[in-house]
């Protein structure tokens, strides 16, 4: 997906400014923005957690990260306390898997209406075409399950954040892979490429572990994707092997008023680490 990488606080904040707006035809409403209060200067409560939400390990590199933003956050008088909301993340990754499978069937089915074409395994990356098997597969059943798993999921970080204005983790659990990393086994992509033979819960499994090493990277970005929750990932480690990492902020719903401050204060007290861009 192409978007904007920001560089300063100032430009993330005319970012938002820009692209907020109120669709009065989507069915559901985002708060209004509370940009007024980026200037409050009260204690936050702030949570933190280094442990991966779906039980994957977490670098010792994204740990230290962490850990010091929390002294720094301690020493500058906000109120920081190990805790996380109380979400099954593996359940959680998999109704999503489910669904995307759903929508990406649907939107094969939509492609063979307006064409007369179906698709097949030529016409799309061999993931997708996995996807799409599955997807074949699920359910009206299947598909409001999972978002009653969505659901439940936003409501405990709702809960969560009636206590804790931030939620502090690792923006990925590792620095990033090289471009040309092997992130499927030569097994899976074997059974890939036989996924319309596999029955539904063989489907299910093989999407599970097909993802299952590029989610290692990413346990804790997918939280803030699938609950609503807004977050920022702010650039503050950088490796033994000079690759960067951050550190991630969730807040409440309507309140990126608090991911905006906490970043202006990082970025006032020198400690975010921009690599240089290459032109």
Known sequence: INFALTRTMADT??????????????????????????????????????????GTPVSSTAITAVEKAVDALRAAGHTVTEAAPDVDGVALMQAYYLMNGGETAAMFQAYTDQTGRT???????LITWAIYQAGLHTTAADYSRSLGIWDRAAEAYSRFHETYDLLLTPTTAKTAPRIDAALQSPAIIKKMHHAAELDPSEQQTLIWDLFEPSLTYSPFTQQ???????????????????????????????????????????EQHHLLKMLPVAE
């Not at 904040?13 to 035809?25: D, F, I, N, S, W």
């Not at 698709?119 to 990356?125: F, G, K, R, W, Y």
């Not at 929750?229 to 990126?256: H, V």
């Open 224 to 266: 803030a994707n699938l609950t609503g929750a807004p977050a920022i990932s702010l650039p503050t480690a950088i490796s033994d092997e000079g690759l960067p990492l951050g550190i991630q902020f969730t807040a409440a719903k309507g309140r990126e008023d608090q991911l905006l401050r906490i970043g202006y204060w990082f």
């Open 13 to 54: 904040e005319a970012l938002l400014r820009g692209l907020a707006t109120t669709q009065l035809a989507a069915p559901f409403i985002a708060p209004p923005l509370r940009l007024e209060q980026v200037n409050d200067t009260r204690p936050l409560r702030i949570a933190y957690t280094t442990q991966s939400p779906v």
């Open 119 to 125: 698709v097949t395994p030529n016409d799309i990356e």
